[in-house]
């Protein structure tokens, strides 16, 4: 088999990217036990991976990690829903994109985690708390990405369909969703990553479930293994809603 | 009607339209102009052609001569312009049901496999899906693109790629084709083998078709006239009835006749090329000077 038939193969790239990030733990095992890398600031791989029965079995981990699933499914749904569907009206109504959009760009970049308190007062200390921030934070990059690709459909395409007569709804159905669909998703996932950053940062400020407050309760107990592990934790849930994209892509739009 | 001026080799407009048929086309008078900051630009002056069924009429002209706003204005994607489009009597205010059109820039949509875009007319119209989709692989078996038909266009060439445009715009049935250089993308060989593709399905489904170009030896190859336009504002300066005999492919390139049309269109041409030339030269010197 020649090189360019294994790359365009399933198995090779995710033999390699396996072997990478295998590479890379061996790398940092060595480099701890030689003392290159403070032992007491980063924990050997081998300690995380001892780690991981123990977060599991004492740390009630399927309930947190279902937690912090559902938080980020229902702020991920709605990013999605309302972002879109801004990201439509802004498209659409022209005056409404150019006095809004570069505020939608601004909040993008805010530091919105910070607003914590003032979620927990219009809330209450509970889940909606942290899918209210999930959602604030992850909303600016669907509706920006949604107009830009509403807007980036190619002249030829919409002038195709108006030569077959299409109503404005089909138009839109038909021609420019479909169109704009990569793009929407690049929005969708940049949201997705922004709505678990916010949600675990919030679960670990507030203590109130889920895997962030597990990470700040390992770290305040000094187990940096067991915290480490914790995160991979939090990087399955992220890997789940990546695959669930891709798939959902997949599906409405089956090549790109 | 404004009537344009003939060349030796072919018959007179007139006299060749009192032995037509009815026209299924007619452009009658169309003016179209365009704010710009340097002023009010005239793309299209007072131009009048006219198709009858089954013709093959091109229209050339140099790049800038208003090819694609006459285009547009046929298809009606422009509207604003002084005088009328009627086709069968009707006039035409926005796309018309009679009028398919193929598009010079890539128009296959990534997302559909080949029939699926065939099929794209057809399923707009609302017709069954087992339905569709057999009438769809008759049009896509017509442009020579058979066990092409789940692929997706990013699977396939640009020859290829036209070609689908075309099928999906063939399956909407239009008495009138309409296309806008729909080979400029592609190389000489390609196009050549496509203008025979054109030609086998014009005459095989006698299809009444208008061809926008600013090639000369595609203009002979394919039409039974040609309608040579003026640079800014384009205006018809000639028509010119291609005697050339039916079924053509593309070895007629190679005949004698051939190059007399060609050589003959080109010297009406390369005055308006010279001065669509000189006029992009000043723009350029302009804006360096600014």
């Not at chain 1, 997705?192 to 700040?216: A, K, R, W």
Request: charged share 20%.
């Amino acid at each position: 088999m020649t090189a360019a038939a294994m790359a365009r193969g399933r198995f090779v790239p995710f033999a390699l990217g396996l072997g990478t990030l295998a590479a890379f733990f061996v790398a940092v095992e060595v480099l701890i036990r030689l003392n290159a890398i403070n032992r007491y600031i980063v924990p050997m791989p081998s300690q995380i991976a001892l780690a991981f029965e123990r977060v599991i079995l004492e740390e009630d981990i399927v309930a947190r990690f279902w937690l912090t699933f559902k938080e980020a499914m229902i702020a991920g749904l709605m990013i999605a829903l309302v972002g879109i569907s801004i990201g439509v009206l802004f498209y659409r109504f022209s005056l409404l994109r150019r006095a809004c959009e570069t505020w939608v760009a601004a909040m993008a970049s805010a530091p919105t985690v910070l607003m914590y308190p003032l979620f927990l007062v219009i809330f209450g200390r509970s889940m909606w708390t942290i899918i209210m921030m999930g959602f604030v934070a992850g909303l600016p990059p669907v509706i920006l990405k949604t107009i830009e690709g509403f807007a980036g459909t190619r002249r030829v395409l919409l002038n195709v369909g108006r030569s077959f007569r299409l109503t404005p709804v089909q138009q839109f159905v038909k021609i420019l969703f479909p169109a704009a669909l990569p793009t929407i998703f690049v929005g969708v996932r940049l949201g997705l990553i922004f709505t678990l950053i916010n949600i675990v940062g919030v679960e670990f400020l507030i203590n109130f479930g889920g895997l962030g407050q597990l990470i700040n309760d390992l770290a305040e107990r000094y187990d940096l293994a067991g915290t480490y592990a914790a995160i991979c934790f939090v990087i399955l849930v992220s890997v789940c809603f990546f695959v669930f994209t891709e798939r959902v892509e997949k599906w409405l739009r089956p090549v790109d | 009607m404004a009537t344009a001026p003939t060349i030796a080799m072919s018959v007179s407009d007139d006299a060749s339209r009192k032995t037509r048929p009815e026209p299924i086309l007619v452009v009658d008078d169309i003016v179209m102009q365009f704010e710009t900051p340097d002023g009010v630009l005239t793309a299209v002056d007072h131009m009048s052609i006219d198709v009858t069924p089954g013709e093959f009429l091109a229209v050339i002209g140099p790049s800038g001569c208003g090819k694609s706003t006459l285009f547009n204005v046929i298809g009606g994607l422009l509207d604003g312009y002084g005088g009328t489009v009627t086709v069968g009597g009707e006039r035409v205010s926005g796309p018309h049901r009679s009028i398919g059109m193929i598009f010079q820039e890539e128009s296959t949509f990534p997302w559909r496999t080949v029939v699926d875009n065939v099929a794209f007319p057809l399923e707009i119209a609302g017709i069954a899906k087992a339905e569709r989709l057999e009438r769809a692989r008759h049009f896509v078996s017509l442009v020579g693109l058979d066990g092409f038909e789940r692929r997706y266009p990013a699977e396939l060439s640009g020859g290829m790629r036209q070609r689908v445009s075309m099928a999906r715009t063939l399956a909407s049935e239009p008495k009138i084709l309409l296309m806008d250089e729909p080979f400029a993308a592609l190389d000489e060989q390609t196009r050549l083998l496509l203008g025979d593709k054109v030609l086998q399905i014009q005459q095989q489904l006698e299809q009444t078709t208008l061809l926008i170009t600013h090639n000369i030896t595609e203009a002979v190859q394919l039409a039974d006239r040609i309608v040579v336009m003026t640079y800014r504002p384009g205006k018809v300066k000639r028509i010119v009835k291609i005697d050339l005999p039916r079924p053509r492919s593309s070895e007629i390139v190679s005949s004698e006749a051939f190059g007399r049309y060609v050589a003959q269109i080109w010297s009406d041409l390369r005055e308006e090329a010279s001065r669509g030339m000189h006029d992009d030269e000043t723009l350029r010197k302009g804006g360096e000077r600014s």
